[in-house]
């Protein structure tokens, strides 16, 4: 059993920065390939970035390529999206995910999510 908690998101300008954290309780966090996915008003839930067990692979939707950076510290159970460039479209709940293999769907356990609000 995995249980993720976000942490890191506000209200930002246009333009402005902010590091998602996700923190993971249980065994095995290492184990796991986290995600970030997103999910905005009206709008079906996308995926935003994904970082293998030890952070050797990462992987990103194209929109935010260049701008977003995920990481990881498996010692500290913990991932960070670093978001820099932030823009209104950027606006969304976003949450981590975990899966035992590299995947976009039938993640394994998901966090509550955490606000984003980027400002024009």
């Known amino acids: 059993q995995v249980q993720l908690v976000e942490s890191g998101g506000g209200l930002v300008q246009a333009g402005g920065s902010l590091r998602l954290s996700c923190v993971a309780s249980?065994?095995?966090?290492?184990?796991?390939?986290i995600s970030w996915f997103r999910q905005a008003p009206g709008k079906e839930r996308e995926f935003v970035a994904r970082i293998s067990y030890n952070g050797g692979s990462t992987y990103y939707r194209d929109s935010v390529k260049g701008r977003f950076t995920i990481s990881r510290d498996n010692a500290k159970n913990t991932v960070y999206l670093q978001m820099n460039s932030l823009k209104p479209e950027d606006t969304a709940v976003y949450f981590c995910?975990?899966?035992?293999?590299?995947?976009?769907?039938?993640?394994?356990?998901w966090g509550q999510g955490t606000q984003v609000t980027v400002s024009a």
């Open positions: 995910a975990a899966a035992r293999f590299n995947q976009a769907t039938n993640m394994d356990y």
């Open positions: 249980g065994r095995s966090f290492s184990n796991y390939f």
